[in-house]
């Protein structure tokens, strides 16, 4: 009971704050689509923003993340502090002056990147400026780089809800860098909003550098690669690149593919937006515990408590799959009213709604699982074991390729620009079920049957719940409506009452799961878990 009130609270106050950041990043994105719309120039914006930003997760947010906090975690119950703290100080430079190199080889071989990442040609309409502001928006993953790390130290002593709100920050700079007062002073709205997003890097990581002096960080200069510490951490980053941030690999192998001639002008904006839409949901819960349930691994798998760890991932697969399967129906039957209420404005027009909803039809399938691999690859993590997750995301990546190359060659007049998108469940599907297998030989039961119990119940709620959803939908006529007011208040409509009905349906089912988040939330006497010498701050 205490764990699992650790990791509800935990997940609650990044919850809280993330759908704050993600209500932001939706306002965001609809500006960007305001202004672009599915253009060439929206395709080049997307594309030069994507590689930089893959960059970032897989060195930052994915790789430096799972990395770094098993090893900080053995240090924090292990050393004593001022060894905590010589670590830390290392790392950050030696990370500081990597970041550096990478950046700088980014900003000058930018049209060498787009060479590598896309079947775009120069002299194609979004060549010229997706290479120029490639160049503008490289730089963002340097900031963005010491920002992770700087949000892995303080989630290790608890605090999840400063770092979990440093992506406002980003997104309120791109937004003021889409106001005509601003974007006036720029040769494009492309430019500068390019600008907004390296200004926004920066401050994401300013905004985290008081919270680390608070907890003893001083930035004492100091690089070394021998450094036990940092040996264990580059040990685990070269790997990491591949095993947690396989997902965010996958979805660029569909924007590399979308950018194909054979693909309709818009498919990287409708694809990218989809996969916006599809996080705005994910990130909302699946991502905060996630996010909450790494450092508790990786402190009960230092402790040899791994029955306790065991039982940290089987719970937090259920309370997961209890949020993102009733939200990948109602993706899958609203998916026109999500797309054309939230962002048919201004460039981005019926012909934009209809490419996005296409990929988002897609995508919302693999919603499972790619919530699920987020805590799966975290559980091989806080062992040590980082071998298992790269070769399986070889595996997915493999698939992924040859899935997309069939799908564009032999099923693109089915699939058309949705292909990528099927491509990528079908992956994360493969990465999800090997993982979990593998899992299981290696550690022993996790109470698969209650999983699939658990799975079973939320899958007819939400059944029953989209089977109403799409009649009320009918109902409702809402393809009849042309304007904005109508629409969004049968989508308000039906939105509410899908949520009630799943909650209703899955009360009547006894989901374990909403009686525990029930019970712990009601209950605020039950101690929550500590974790020796670390601060409960969240």
């Given at each position: 009971m205490n764990q699992k009130k650790q990791i509800l609270k935990s997940a609650s106050v990044i919850s809280l704050v993330t759908i704050l950041s993600r209500i932001l990043g939706y306002v965001r994105d609809q500006r960007i689509t305001l202004l672009l719309g599915t253009t060439p120039t929206a395709d080049a914006f997307v594309l030069a923003y994507r590689i930089p930003s893959l960059i970032r997760r897989?060195?930052?947010?994915?790789?430096?993340?799972?990395?770094?906090?098993?090893?900080?975690?053995?240090?924090?119950?292990?050393?004593p502090r001022?060894?905590?703290?010589?670590?830390?100080?290392?790392?950050?430079?030696?990370?500081?002056?990597?970041?550096?190199?990478?950046?700088?080889?980014?900003?000058?071989?930018?049209?060498?990147?787009?060479?590598?990442?896309?079947?775009?040609?120069?002299?194609?309409?979004?060549?010229?400026?997706?290479?120029?502001?490639?160049?503008?928006?490289?730089?963002?993953?340097?900031?963005?780089?010491?920002?992770?790390?700087?949000?892995?130290?303080?989630?290790?002593?608890?605090?999840?809800?400063?770092p979990a709100a440093t992506p406002v920050l980003l997104n309120l700079s791109i937004i003021?860098?889409?106001?005509?007062?601003?974007?006036?002073?720029?040769?494009?709205?492309?430019?500068?909003?390019?600008?907004?997003?390296?200004?926004?890097?920066?401050?994401?990581?300013?905004?985290?550098?008081?919270?680390?002096?608070?907890?003893?960080?001083?930035?004492?200069?100091?690089?070394?690669?021998?450094?036990?510490?940092?040996?264990?951490?580059?040990?685990?980053?070269?790997?990491?690149?591949?095993?947690?941030?396989m997902a965010q690999i996958n979805f660029f192998v569909g924007t590399i593919f979308a950018t194909s001639s054979r693909m309709p002008s818009g498919s990287v904006t409708a694809l990218y937006v989809a996969?916006?839409?599809?996080?705005?949901v994910m990130g909302g819960y699946a991502i905060a515990v996630a996010t909450a349930i790494l450092p508790m691994m990786s402190h009960q798998a230092a402790a040899g408590a791994m029955e306790e760890m065991k039982s940290t991932l089987a719970?937090?697969?259920?309370?997961?799959?209890?949020?993102?399967?009733?939200?990948?129906?109602?993706?899958?039957?609203?998916?026109?009213?999500?797309?054309?209420?939230?962002?048919?404005?201004?460039e981005f027009i019926a012909e934009s709604t209809e490419l996005t909803t296409r990929a988002?039809?897609?995508?919302?399938?693999?919603?499972?699982?790619?919530?699920?691999?987020?805590?799966?690859?975290?559980?091989?993590?806080?062992?040590?074991?980082?071998?298992t997750p790269v070769r399986v995301a070889a595996w997915s990546l493999g698939l992924n390729i040859v899935l997309n190359a069939l799908f564009l060659r032999w099923f693109f007049p089915l699939l058309g620009n949705g292909g990528p998108a099927v491509a990528t469940v079908v992956a994360a599907y493969f990465n999800f079920f090997t993982l979990f297998v593998v899992f299981r030989l290696h550690f022993g039961r996790l109470g698969t049957l209650d999983i699939l119990a658990s799975l079973a119940r939320s899958g007819a709620s939400a059944g029953i719940m989209g089977t109403l959803c799409w009649m009320g939908l009918h109902v409702s006529h809402f393809e009849t409506h042309a304007r904005f007011l109508p629409r969004l208040a049968i989508f308000g409509v039906l939105l509410v009452g899908a949520t009630a009905i799943y909650l209703l349906l899955a009360w009547a089912m006894r989901c374990d799961e909403l009686s525990e988040i029930y019970g712990i939330a009601m209950n605020p006497q039950a101690p929550a878990a500590g974790l020796a010498g670390l601060s409960q701050e969240s």
């Open positions: 897989l060195v930052g947010e994915g790789a430096v993340t799972a990395s770094f906090i098993p090893v900080f975690a053995n240090y924090l119950n292990n050393k001022e060894e905590v703290w010589e670590f830390a100080h290392r790392l950050f430079w030696t990370l500081a002056v990597l970041l550096a190199a990478i950046t700088m080889l980014g900003s000058v071989f930018s049209s060498q990147f787009m060479h590598l990442f896309t079947f775009f040609a120069p002299g194609q309409p979004a060549w010229e400026q997706a290479v120029y502001l490639n160049r503008i928006m490289f730089p963002y993953i340097y900031f963005i780089g010491l920002s992770a790390l700087a949000m892995a130290i303080l989630n290790c002593f608890h605090v999840f809800g400063t003021a860098s889409s106001v005509a007062a601003v974007s006036r002073h720029f040769s494009s709205a492309a430019v500068s909003l390019g600008v907004g997003v390296l200004i926004g890097g920066a401050l994401q990581f300013l905004f985290l550098v008081p919270q680390l002096v608070r907890r003893g960080m001083r930035f004492k200069f100091g690089l070394s690669l021998r450094h036990e510490g940092v040996r264990s951490v580059g040990g685990l980053l070269a790997p990491g690149f591949f095993g947690i941030g996969e916006r839409v599809m996080e705005l719970f937090s697969l259920r309370i997961v799959s209890f949020i993102t399967i009733p939200a990948a129906v109602g993706l899958v039957v609203m998916r026109e009213p999500v797309i054309s209420v939230l962002f048919q404005h201004g988002l039809f897609y995508y919302a399938f693999g919603l499972p699982a790619f919530a699920a691999i987020k805590l799966i690859v975290p559980a091989f993590y806080s062992t040590h074991d980082m071998r």
